[in-house]
């Protein structure tokens, strides 16, 4: 019992020990006066902007599974990213909103490969787009930072676009792996991964679908930081707000803290002071995202229990990784 709480326990540290360290080196009075002052419209507004993040999130993952031959409901694809966002947003749980977006297909009538492979290249496609955007915008934000700045920052989108490339490669030839590693299970199902990634990203209609809703969702969700930011009177653009804050927001994935409290907040103090938005500010938008993306969330824990399903059934139920070509479940 102690070794599986021994984690939760260091994140909640991580978390509280870096939102300390950031309120110790703040101007409180002047965050508190950034909160009172903002608009309560413009927070209306980036409220209803996150949610339709999650219904792009869910038509991207649509898109994914269109294409591999796995088909979801629409109503059922929402719903299950509902309940994947209240996972990875509100508790603080081992069990990841992915897990559960995978548990939660596979029961819906999916194979094993097609609800692991959908998430899995879900997120790989939301990836590629956000490098393909934040690249994109670069002749428009680099102008806004200094030569030193720049040089650093475009060298850095340069790398994260090699990157990238390199890895799309390597996903799209797993299944040409030499046929003596086939007697292992890892590798059969890193072989269909790559197999189904071809379906996704060499078709052109399904990787202009896949990647369009991509690229719409880092769009939106960036309009809605950019909202928020206006309400703030922060002296930000749009264009600040697409390079800046994504690869912020991507920080968080890291698995060492709490829903990335904390870490995001560092991260975006860090990002938006190379435009000169003032700690205090930065902080203040970091968490107002954070309860605003805990608080759409929100209706997933309903739909979560209105299934009758458990954290534990996640682990309890699925099927075992070496069935990845295996019959669904419904």
Not at 91 to 114: C, E, F, H, N, Q
Request: glycine share 12%; net charge positive.
């Amino acid at each position: 019992m102690l070794k599986k709480r021994l984690p939760l326990a260091l994140k909640f540290l991580v978390s509280g020990l870096l939102i300390w360290f950031l309120l110790a080196n703040v101007d409180l009075d002047a965050a508190t006066e950034r909160v009172l002052d903002i608009a309560p419209g413009m927070v209306a507004l980036a409220t209803a902007i996150f949610l339709v993040q999650l219904v792009i999130g869910a038509l991207r993952w649509r898109a994914v599974l269109d294409a591999i031959g796995a088909p979801l409901p629409f109503a059922r694809a929402v719903g299950f990213f509902f309940i994947g966002a209240f996972f990875s947003q509100t508790l603080p749980s081992s069990v990841g909103g992915d897990a559960v977006r995978i548990y939660k297909a596979w029961r819906a009538g999916l194979t094993l490969r097609g609800a692991v492979n959908g998430v899995m290249l879900e997120r790989i496609a939301a990836v590629v787009a956000l490098v393909a955007l934040v690249a994109a915008t670069q002749p428009f934000f680099l102008p806004r930072v200094g030569d030193d700045t720049a040089g650093w920052i475009g060298s850095a989108v340069a790398l994260s676009v090699a990157a990238t490339v390199a890895g799309m490669v390597v996903l799209l030839v797993l299944d040409q792996l030499p046929a003596s590693l086939r007697g292992w299970r890892l590798v059969r199902g890193l072989a269909r991964l790559g197999a189904d990634a071809r379906k996704v990203f060499l078709a052109p209609r399904a990787a202009g679908k896949a990647l369009g809703w991509g690229v719409a969702g880092h769009v939106n969700l960036t309009l809605g930081v950019y909202v928020l930011a206006l309400g703030l009177e922060l002296e930000v653009t749009w264009v600040d707000c697409i390079v800046l804050f994504p690869p912020a927001l991507l920080v968080t994935t890291l698995p060492i803290s709490i829903a990335g409290w904390g870490v995001r907040e560092g991260a975006m103090v860090a990002v938006f002071a190379l435009v000169g938005v003032p700690t205090d500010g930065a902080l203040v938008l970091s968490i107002l995202f954070g309860l605003l993306d805990a608080l759409i969330s929100l209706p997933g824990g309903v739909l979560w229990v209105l299934s009758g399903d458990k954290r534990a059934d996640v682990i309890a139920a699925a099927p075992a990784p070496e069935d990845l070509s295996g019959g669904g479940k419904g």
